[in-house]
């Protein structure tokens, strides 16, 4: 049997001009495109954990926090929750993506998500908490047609998914369908229903002030406020 000395292979070695010429032949996009890929391996990679509601919060609110601020960090909290062997908590982490594949431009990827998180969402028992990721995946759904520029498309997601948080009393996330509903009046021009839905916004925000913390309830006026401004 024929031995080989593997100590012996010359392996490529990598210096810093390597990765300028690396960079000079890729676009900054095609980079950074390539950067979010990374941090989102193939599900079938992924060993599946068991989160407590606690830590679910936790990254939730994260991966929502970061957003519209921090699309990179929102991915990261997001695959994290995917890795969840809860199919609520692996819905929402989907649709959150869909949603972020479509800020990156990717309509593709994004579609296919959305398609995903209702179909594991429909693994799940009926009850509140599937209705509260119902109505998330409808405002993502909305958002990411508001990018693309249906409006119409948009408003439908948005009305349904605050018909959904009526219906199980989630007022804090009526409060943010409602400011969506009027940034899609506002854009095509209808300013009463823009001021009407916003009004609603600023009238259920102070009505439940006790859901909110200092800082929420702050930072749910100001946008209001922001939006209120424009309108007139």
């Given at each position: 049997?024929?031995?080989?000395?593997?100590?012996?292979?010359?392996l490529p070695r990598f210096n810093f001009n390597h990765i300028v010429i690396f960079v000079k032949i890729f676009p900054m996009k095609f980079l950074q495109y390539l950067f979010i890929l990374l941090l989102v391996p193939p599900a079938f990679s992924q060993s599946k954990v068991t989160l407590t509601d606690k830590e679910y919060q936790k990254l939730h609110d994260k991966a929502r926090g970061f957003l519209n601020s921090d699309i990179d960090s929102s991915f990261f909290y997001a695959n994290k929750i995917?890795?969840?062997?809860?199919?609520?908590?692996?819905s929402f982490a989907v649709g959150l993506k869909s949603y972020l594949f479509q800020i990156k431009g990717d309509s593709v990827t994004s579609k296919k998500l959305y398609k995903q998180a209702f179909e594991l969402l429909e693994k799940t028992p009926r009850g509140i908490e599937r209705s509260k990721v119902n109505s998330y995946l409808l405002n993502y759904g909305g958002l990411a047609e508001w990018k693309k520029g249906n409006y119409s498309k948009a408003l439908k997601y948005?009305?349904?998914g605050k018909a959904v948080s009526k219906s199980i009393n989630d007022l804090m996330q009526m409060v943010k369908f409602n400011?969506?509903?009027?940034?899609?009046?506002k854009e095509v021009g209808n300013y009463e229903y823009a001021i009407?839905?916003?009004?609603?916004?600023?009238?259920?925000t102070d009505e439940f002030e006790y859901l909110y913390d200092e800082e929420q309830f702050d930072d749910s006026k100001a946008k209001i406020n922001f939006n209120l401004g424009g309108f007139y």
């Open positions: 049997m024929r031995c080989y000395n593997f100590n012996r292979l010359i995917e890795q969840s062997n809860n199919y609520l908590h692996q948005y009305q349904q400011n969506n509903i009027s940034v899609i009046h009407r839905a916003a009004k609603e916004s600023d009238r259920l």
